[in-house]
């Protein structure tokens, strides 16, 4: 089924959730991995990270495509442009966001030659030392990730403002119900 105005499609309801818990988990994930001493424990939890990681840029990319071919969903009710201008491109922001995240750390990986075992299922090899794709993918997944977590914080106020304020239906549409048409026409 496509996204309709009334109704969105299981397939954006579902990638929308699955991603949207697997960003905050990886993001936690990372910054606890982040303070870890070196060690054994950390060796095993870093397979675990770069391993989902990997899947969670499959997921992404499936549901880019999906975005492409939709549209972002169309606003519910009418609200100053400047809320509509930063909802859209915050939402681009988190969408990318589901992709250079995972990105960049491949590229951290394979930037000090390191392949990436995808829980024995198959491994991304490295090919050789390469410092500046190191340095760039550790600048983009510390600096993305900190900007992702500012993005989520203000998607996260903007969602409760619609439900809360506006009371327009965003929320329970993202839940995948079907809501009385929206007032923007
Ligand atoms: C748990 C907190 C979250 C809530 C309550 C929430 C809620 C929502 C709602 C209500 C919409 C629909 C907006 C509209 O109709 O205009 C939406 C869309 C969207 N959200 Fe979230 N969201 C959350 C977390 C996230 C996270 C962590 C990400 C990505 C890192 C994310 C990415 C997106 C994107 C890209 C859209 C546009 C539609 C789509 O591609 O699915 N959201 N969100
Ligand atoms: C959804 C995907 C991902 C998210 C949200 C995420 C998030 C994070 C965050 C927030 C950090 C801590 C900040 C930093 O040190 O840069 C981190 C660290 C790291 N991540 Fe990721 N990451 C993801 C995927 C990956 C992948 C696919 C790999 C590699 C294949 C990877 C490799 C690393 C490495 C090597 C570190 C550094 C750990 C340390 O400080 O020693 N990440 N990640």
Redesign the pocket.
Same mark, same amino acid.
């Given at each position: 089924m496509k996204d309709q105005s009334n109704k969105l499609s299981s397939m954006t309801v579902g990638l929308h959730w699955l991603l949207a818990l697997? =960003?905050i988990g990886? +993001?936690a994930? #990372? +910054?606890i +991995?982040?303070d870890m001493a070196k060690g054994e424990t950390k060796s095993f939890l =870093?397979w675990w %990270?770069?391993g989902l990681? $990997?899947a $969670? +840029?499959a997921f992404a990319l499936w549901r880019l495509g999906w975005r492409l071919t939709q549209g972002f969903p169309v606003p519910m009710s009418k609200v100053p442009a400047w809320q509509e201008i930063t909802a859209k491109i915050t939402h681009w922001f988190l969408l990318l966001g589901?992709l250079f995240?995972?990105l960049s #750390? !491949?590229a951290?990986?394979l930037g000090k030659n390191r392949p !990436?075992d995808v829980f024995g299922l198959f491994a991304i090899p490295a090919f050789g030392e390469n410092e500046f794709l190191h340095e760039a993918g550790?600048v983009i %997944? #510390?600096l993305g #990730?900190n900007l992702l977590i500012a993005a989520i914080i203000l998607h996260v106020v903007g969602a409760v403002k619609h439900r809360i304020v506006d009371n327009d239906g965003t929320m329970e549409r993202m839940a995948g119900r079907e809501v009385p048409n929206r007032q923007t026409a």
């Open positions: 697997a =960003m990886m +993001l994930f #990372g +910054l +991995l982040e =870093m %990270h770069k990681g $990997v $969670v +840029l589901t995240m995972p #750390g !491949i951290m990986s !990436i550790e %997944h #510390g #990730g």
